[in-house]
């Protein structure tokens, strides 16, 4: 049988670990059970909120209606090529254990995603990235329900419409669609992709390039970097980095000759928003229950006792500061609810 729970709380369910309260909570492992979530909550005329590992949320209130957790699990084989494989996994599958199950396979394409908490129902909805890879670059389309129809749909990569930590399901189909599986390509014959940071320096240190060491060496750096969401909370990167004009990061860089950058197009650059936050003074700083990391600023913590609310004003002072300082506007990255 099918239970929907009323009245939990969701501090286990976010790693921002804020206690607040839902009036459902529906754990869905099959399509079935999340179009019988979403026909519920029309039935009590309540709204819906999708929820997968809760690693990118910060909750400021209860929450009136009913949060589906798609728990769809499965690993599934769908086309074995000379050079590549097809993949089908369940949104609810833990997306490590997905990077894991390729690693172990010699299938290359997301080790460089290693270590990212959350499930692989939310890779493509803010398309994840990490050490110069994009969750698009190996997406090959997504199967989900439309919230309105009730209707089963696929959309293929393009279909996405992909972009920098944004997708399609974060604009027009923003609260209308249900992420159910994801379909990948991955490669045989992996190309390793070790330009970003200091990658190539920590895969020197560890002596073979494989895909293995790619994944050790990712799981390395990240654990020296951000915090542990079991241990504190946080829901990794709170802003995205800045895209800006060129003349803008110019007369930013005539100030501050060092400003880091990443080419965007002839026009843009990208400029950390870990670098810009800890310029304004903010790096490690604690403030109330809540702080930056001390070894990354673009991550607010929960010292243990905060509130969303608390977190949220926390992360305007610093937009505001950024914003001062640099004429730069730094966007959420987490999304707010
Ligand atoms: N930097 C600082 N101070 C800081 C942090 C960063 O000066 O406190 C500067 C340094 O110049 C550093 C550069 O920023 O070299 C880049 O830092 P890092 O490699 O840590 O990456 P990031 O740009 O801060 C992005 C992603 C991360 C991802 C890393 C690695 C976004 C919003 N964040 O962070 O993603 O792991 O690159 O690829 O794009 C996440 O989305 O939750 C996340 C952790």
Redesign the pocket.
């Known amino acids: 049988m099918f239970v929907i729970k009323k009245n939990i709380s969701l501090k286990r369910h976010n790693t921002f670990g804020i206690d607040v309260s839902t009036n459902y909570y529906a754990k869905a492992n099959t399509v079935e059970k999340v179009l019988y979530a979403i026909n519920f909550a029309s039935y009590n005329k309540v709204p819906i909120y999708i929820l997968g590992g809760g690693s ?1 949320i910060l909750l400021t209130k209860d929450f009136d209606g009913v949060i589906i957790n798609p728990a769809i699990q499965g690993i599934t084989l769908m086309e074995d090529m000379p050079e590549d494989v097809v993949l089908r996994a369940g949104a609810g599958v833990n997306w490590d254990t997905f990077v894991d199950y390729c690693v172990e396979r010699g299938l290359g394409g997301v080790e460089n995603l290693s270590n ?1 908490p959350g499930n692989v129902g939310a890779a493509p909805i ?1 398309n ?5 890879v994009e969750a698009k670059d190996t997406i090959v389309k997504i199967e989900g329900i439309q919230i309105d129809s009730r209707k089963v749909v696929e959309l293929n990569n393009s279909e996405c419409r992909f972009d ?2 944004d997708s399609v399901f974060k604009q027009e189909l923003k609260g209308k669609f249900v992420v159910t599986y994801v379909w990948f390509k991955l490669s045989k014959n992996a190309v390793l992709q070790t330009n ?2 200091n990658l190539d320096d920590e895969l020197s240190r560890l002596g073979e390039r494989t895909l293995r060491t790619v994944r050790q060496a990712v799981i390395n750096i ?1 654990t020296a ?2 915090p542990d969401p079991n241990i504190i909370g946080n ?3 709170f ?3 800045p895209i800006v004009e060129i003349s803008q990061f110019n007369a930013i860089k005539l100030k501050y000759p060092n400003v ?1 950058s990443y080419p965007v197009s002839e026009s843009f650059v990208k400029i ?4 810009l ?2 310029q304004c003074g903010w ?1 490690g700083k604690q403030v109330g229950n809540c702080g930056v990391h001390a ?5 607010i913590v929960n010292y243990g006792n905060s509130t969303g609310a608390e977190i949220l004003n926390f992360a305007q002072s610093i937009q505001k500061s950024v914003e001062q300082t640099f004429s730069v506007k730094l966007e959420m ?1 987490v999304n707010v609810l």
């Open positions: 990118n990212i803010q994840i990235g990490a050490y110069g920098y930590r970003y940071g990240r970097k951000l829901a990794g990167s802003f995205k980095n880091p950390p928003a870990g670098w936050i800890e790096k070894n990354q600023a673009l991550v990255e």
